[in-house]
């Protein structure tokens, strides 16, 4: 089927009247009109004629194969009719012509060859498109040679990743720990997720991030979340914390990241973190959204953002660093006090702003907070001191005697491999929080249940 | 106390070879040796085992066409040109013509260039003509054997055919005058006219400065399945189609334009190796000639090679086992391209990357200016070596010839 499609495209391709006419012109231009010319361009007309019959390029060469006599075998004939061999050959190609061929022939030419100067048809199969299953088997190619490459060229004794999320059951809680949850499943090191819940381990969230095959801890913390966002920024302090005490108690091994369910990560921060030594920071893009074009939030920044920053104009937060890639200081979000709508209370409409310095853009390794551990250093305080009775603190910086010994990642702060968002459902929406189907008897009852459902 | 002196010193000596062993084993653990059908060559030095002399030729024959035109330095037929400069320079030179092995005339032939940069090879069968005339009358050592005892480096399209059309290379076939040297020509096609017994197949040249420059981190993780950048169908020079690549491009166009695997295309990107080298398989499928640099670009970025040309000849063929590096794919079998890839077991998809990435097979196939230990050089030399040493048949008696010097078309009987 496939040589019948080749031999239709070459029939249609022959039969172009471009060819047909140049060689008709050549014979015009030819000039004298002898006999001979006469009784060539009656040839050139029949082999036309049979060629648009037969389907294929009738060639005025065959004529000469069957009225020439083999000559002796000298070099140039030997080749003229190796020529015409191979063209004879081209003009069927569904059949093997060796028994037309003379002896000289075949020993001058490719004996064995399967290879032959001319035209040959392009062989397209019938149905050409990718086939699931060869898609699927090329992926798993691909899959074990990046394995492969980690191994042989990445990170010779990858870290423990230990996550820590505080999170609480909200409207968009679905969506955003969906979305943290797909990354951490994609991360190619181990790891720990520390999921710290409001009010109590719930089953919702707990039936929601059952459905990821990482190692989880669901812990609770006993506290109603706050309306205004300020009041629940430290909050999300306090439950990093108490997250924190727990590494310590379990003493679990491995690089803190603090995973907040609202950001968005690249795949890269999660390879840049193996390379930290006690405590890293990366640069944190800041996307402050609500439909306002970036020019109406002053961010105090500096020209150390980058290339990738000069066209967006993100404000970035993190590591500020000299040309001998040394720390020097911090970009830190500073908002003036024009900006009109601030959100204030969660659920409002209007922008959601970060601190300072957010916590999510720190990464610590885990011996630090353990009581002790084999060179743990001294410029690290212990964790009991800090955010006792809810004092605030505002980055893990606090924890730290010198902030002078950070790591800075992402070449020096310079790539923003993390993004930082803030997105409520607005107070007055009606987005149920989960579909819950229940059987409905009467319409109160189904009221009532709506109503629970919303909570 | 003798004894314990011998069992003592027996025991240190055992211990040092299994250490020895050992480094070796944990070195291989990563890339594995390459041997060839002539054994493991690759990493031979071939300074001491041959002796060649450089005949002096007028600079009309070379410096003067280069510096007509030196954009033969950078096109892909340059290893002729660097091949010259090495062996000025190289410890297998003699200047005493009676000790040599080997015997090397510098001819340019392929560097009468187009505005284009494609070299025209009509004068060439006449420049080598002139040339041979010159050293048969000027040294004695032409006549005592016809040839056999000399090298001529012929990199273009069909090698010693001197044309770029294959239907009249064949017609033309290898020049008369070379039909006893030993050719080192990039082209090879096995039972072709253009390619004689005994030649060397050496890979077309690509510039080692510019690749390298464009090297990324080997920890970039090879997202691409299959990736290829060039014609498919060339419209200028095959417009009814079916002719070029023996329709094996436009086969692989047709068959796989819509499928997500294959990142195939016609553009020239600026990124084109990098995403070589993110890439598993590249395909090298065959053009107007079977051989290109792509094979050359894909093992120095450690992406497999996928050979679409029947009966090719790869360079280095008896040192390097290409079966074990490349895979082979007839060109009757091109729509069934991604079957073939994906039921490779991936153990051997493993095997062939960790060979890509020996450097001594990287190392073959470039010309690098300065020159370096392993590199396409040596092999070359290699190779002539191992043709070493001469039969004494070779050794035509005085008087007897066995070339005929009018043989071949009228045109080239013409001087240069």
Known sequence: ?455 | MRNWRCVFSMVVYFAFCFSIEAYKFQRTQQTERISGSAGDVLEDDPVGRLKVFVYELPSKYNKKILQKDPRCLTHMFAAEIYMHRFLLSSPVRTLNPEEADWFYTPVYTTCDLTPNGLPLPFKSPRMMRSAIQLISSNWPYWNRTEGADHFFIVPHDFGACFHYQEEKAIERGILTLLQRATLVQTFGQRNHFCLKDGSITIPPYAPPQKMQSHLIPPSTPRSIFVYFRGLFYDVGNDPEGGYYARGARASVWENFKNNPLFDISTEHPSTYYEDMQRAVFCLCPLGWAPWSPRLVEAVIFGCIPVIIADDIVLPFADAIPWEDIGVFVPEKDVPKLDTILTSIPIDEILRKQRLLGNPSMKQAMLFPQPVQPRDAFHQILNGLARKLPHDKSVYLKPGETILNWTAGPVGDLKPW
Not at chain 1, 96 to 119: C, L, Q, Y
Not at chain 1, 169 to 190: D, S
Not at chain 1, 250 to 269: A, I, P, Q, Y
Not at chain 1, 328 to 349: I, Q, S
Request: charged fraction near 20%.
């Open chain 1, 1 to 455: 089927m496939m040589l019948l499609s080749a031999l239709q495209q070459q029939g249609r391709r022959g039969n172009s009247s471009r060819s047909a006419s140049s060689q008709l012109d050549s014979a015009v231009d030819g000039g004298v009109k002898s006999q001979a010319t006469i009784f060539w361009l009656l040839l050139h007309g029949f082999c036309c004629l049979v060629s648009l019959v037969l389907g294929f390029r009738f060639s005025r060469l065959l004529f000469l194969l069957i009225f020439s006599t083999p000559s002796p075998s000298s070099y140039t004939t030997t080749t003229a009719t190796a020529n015409l061999y191979s063209a004879f050959h081209n003009s069927f190609p569904s059949t093997t012509t060796t028994t037309t061929s003379t002896p000289e022939v075949n020993s001058a030419t490719e004996e064995g060859s399967r290879v032959v100067v001319g035209r040959h048809g392009i062989l397209i199969r019938p149905w050409p498109h990718p086939d699931p299953e060869e898609v699927l088997k090329s992926l798993r190619i691909i899959d074990r040679v990046q394995r492969e490459q980690r191994l042989q060229y990445g990170v010779k004794s990858p870290r423990t990743v230990i996550a820590i999320t505080p999170t609480y059951v909200r409207t968009f809680q679905t969506l955003h720990l969906t979305g943290i949850m797909h990354t951490l499943m994609n991360v190619p090191y181990n790891l720990i997720w520390i999921v710290v819940e409001v009010g109590g381990a719930t089953n919702e969230t707990a039936s929601l991030i059952s459905k990821s095959s990482l190692k989880i801890f669901h812990i609770g913390y006993n506290e109603k979340i706050p309306i205004l966002w300020e009041d629940r920024h430290k909050l999300e302090v306090q439950m990093r914390l108490h997250a924190l005490r727990f590494v310590k108690k379990k003493r679990l091994d491995g690089m803190v990241t603090f995973v907040d369910d609202s950001n968005m990560h690249s795949m890269e921060l999660f390879d840049e973190i193996q390379s930290v030594k006690w405590v890293g920071a990366v640069s944190v893009g800041i996307l402050a959204l609500s439909g306002r074009s970036e020019g109406d939030l002053s961010v105090a920044q500096t020209e150390n953002n980058g290339k990738n920053e000069k066209n967006s104009q993100m404000p970035v937060q993190g590591p500020s660093c000299n040309s001998s890639n040394h720390l020097v200081g911090w970009h830190t979000f500073n908002v003036l006090p024009r900006v009109e709508r601030r959100a204030m209370y969660v659920g409002e409409r209007g922008v959601v702003l970060p601190r300072k310095l957010e916590w999510a853009g720190f990464i610590l390794n885990s011996r630090l907070l353990w009581k002790e551990a084999e060179d743990k250093p001294q410029w690290i305080k212990d964790l009991d001191e800090v955010g006792r009775d809810g004092e605030d603190v505002e980055s893990p910086l606090s924890l730290l005697k010198g902030a002078s010994l950070v790591e800075p990642l992402g070449n020096c702060g310079r790539k923003v491999m993390l993004w930082w968002l803030r997105v409520e459902a607005r107070a007055d929406s009606k987005f149920p929080a989960r579909f819950v189907f229940h059987k409905l008897v009467t319409k109160n009852f189904c009221i009532l249940v709506l109503y629970s459902a919303y909570g």
